[in-house]
């Protein structure tokens, strides 16, 4: 693994909609994040992760790309991206990227030339099409399961798509079976080519990096296998060029990139908030339920049932072939729940707090959640929130809450053209109330910051995996957590408090945390 400024990193990820509204029209923009700059400086944050913000008609939230090179008009310009890039780099805040890589939307000129055309391309047709009924394989028309949709246009057949309908995959060829071309084919090779120029378009601008949205389905294979290792072959000969071009810009997954006895294409790996690894630890069912996997009682909740088995298996098994490797966990993401969601209230994110930014992983700060904001239910299915009918997306996705001015400061748009209501409860957190929920996290990205032994390189040695959480960083600095109601018992061995709630020398009160250095 080489060694760069991701591994010691925090980072923030921003739903560019819902976060600040510079021009009144309901929908945030990159004018409105340049003009909160200073927030996100304030928290001590070194990176921010922008969720799609390329060109779109936003069926899916922007997630169905249309012109690649463009910023959305609603967001503003490839002129306001690169101020915004500027100004965050005058307070150290690099830029990070969403890459959509193996599918666009369906407005996409690629996809409007060859759907309008009769048959396949001279040059090589960009997405996958079939002109016999599919026979085998994906058939299952589910949003995020590939299944071939009947073309809509004058060119006959059927296209393969990734996620919704409104998603064609691109093709970057296929391994076996009947549905393309091979990986080495013009279509596909055309793809690879126009993936760099997309890449270095953004980095040549100032971006530092991409986090890659479904990185390992670009080939395509119906027994899934082989597609991923191939699709990891396509990243690393990226990764290749991207580390003699621009060798300090970083390349994330979604997820945690396959071994396949190769070098990591990569920088680090992604422990996802809806897959279990994450959700075993945070998952109350408050938000709906994942069908990746079966619902459980989570560790960080008050009632005290749950277990840090299944995430530290899952820890130990992505750093088996480098014990260093990078891992990101979010405190939540655009795609589930909040931390605060539910039954768990801010006064119990302090302990999961403390671990999400001491464990070891490098962290990542979902916007709202540094003051506590909670996931919102019953919202509307706006741009494709509602993918699957056991859970609703929008509930995470509603508006920053800046202060207690109309909207709570995210828009002075009429309320009824927000692009998802503000949290109607009175008593909602703001940045402005400056509560203890910022001011723990300010604190904790601090004491990271100037304490090596908290951060992603230093060693991690479990002493308590039940309640309380307890676990020595780089042999130095003990962290103690209890998120359950109950104390604890625990025997605080000789050591110097940095920062702690509710620790004592014989147990840990409830919803309690602390880190220590040991003397």
């Not at 060119?155 to 798509?161: A, E, H, I, S, V």
């Not at 100032?206 to 390992?216: K, N």
């Not at 992604?270 to 109350?284: M, R, T």
């Not at 061995?493 to 880190?515: C, K, R, S």
Request: aromatic fraction near 10%; charged fraction near 25%.
């Amino acid at each position: 693994m080489r060694e760069n400024w991701l591994a010691d990193a925090v980072l923030y990820e921003i739903y560019p909609q819902s976060f600040a509204d510079s021009d009144g029209d309901g929908v945030g923009d990159l004018r409105g994040v340049i003009g909160k700059l200073d927030h996100i400086a304030s928290l001590g944050v070194d990176a921010i992760w922008f969720n799609p913000c390329f060109a779109s008609p936003f069926v899916d939230a922007g997630y169905d790309v249309a012109d690649y090179l463009r910023i959305a008009p609603r967001y503003g310009t490839n002129e306001d991206m690169a101020e915004l890039v500027r100004e965050a780099r005058e307070r150290n805040i690099r830029v990070i990227l969403d890459l959509v890589a193996g599918h666009t939307s369906i407005e996409h000129p690629w996809f409007q030339r060859e759907l309008a055309a009769d048959g396949p391309d001279p040059a090589g047709d960009r997405y996958i099409w079939r002109s016999e009924p599919p026979a085998e394989g994906w058939t299952v028309d589910i949003p995020g399961i590939p299944a071939w949709v009947p073309s809509p246009g004058p060119r006959p057949g059927w296209y393969l798509k990734n996620f919704y309908d409104e998603q064609p995959a691109l093709n970057f060829g296929w391994i076996a079976g009947d549905g393309g071309d091979p990986v080495d084919a013009p279509g596909p090779l055309r793809n690879r080519r126009a993936l760099r120029d997309i890449i270095e378009f953004w980095l040549s601008r100032g971006v530092s990096g991409f986090r890659v949205d479904m990185a390992f389905s670009l080939v395509k294979d119906y027994k899934i296998t082989e597609g991923v290792r191939a699709s990891t072959d396509i990243w690393r000969e990226i990764r290749d060029w991207m580390a003699a071009a621009y060798p300090d810009a970083i390349l994330i997954p979604e997820g945690v990139e396959p071994r396949t006895g190769k070098q990591l294409a990569f920088d680090a790996d992604f422990f996802l908030v809806i897959k279990e690894e994450h959700a075993s630890l945070f998952d109350n069912q408050a938000a709906g339920i994942l069908p990746f996997q079966p619902p459980r009682d989570p560790f960080f909740d008050a009632e005290g049932k749950g277990s840090t088995r299944t995430f530290l298996t899952a820890w130990h098994k992505a750093r088996e072939t480098d014990p260093r490797r990078p891992i990101i966990m979010s405190t939540a993401d655009h795609d589930f729940d909040r931390l605060c969601c539910g039954p768990r209230t801010a006064e119990q994110l302090g302990a999961a707090l403390t671990f999400l930014f001491t464990w070891g992983n490098i962290p990542c700060l979902y916007y709202g959640d540094e003051i506590g904001m909670r996931y919102l239910p019953d919202m509307p299915d706006v741009e494709g929130a509602v993918c699957n009918p056991l859970y609703n997306r929008a509930g995470c996705r509603t508006p920053m809450q800046w202060d207690d001015t109309p909207n709570a400061g995210f828009s002075t748009a009429d309320p009824s053209k927000l692009y998802l209501p503000i949290d109607p409860d009175p008593n909602r957190p703001t940045v402005a109330q400056q509560n203890a929920t910022l001011a723990l996290v300010r604190d904790l990205i601090a004491l990271r910051k100037k304490t090596p032994a908290l951060r992603s390189r230093a060693t991690a040695e479990v002493l308590n995996e039940t309640y309380p959480l307890a676990y020595v960083r780089g042999g130095t600095h003990l962290v103690v957590v209890n998120p359950r109601r109950e104390p604890a018992p625990f025997s605080l061995p000789p050591a110097t408090a940095l920062l702690a709630q509710g620790v004592g020398e014989d147990q840990v009160e409830g919803f309690g945390y602390g880190i220590f250095e040991l003397t």
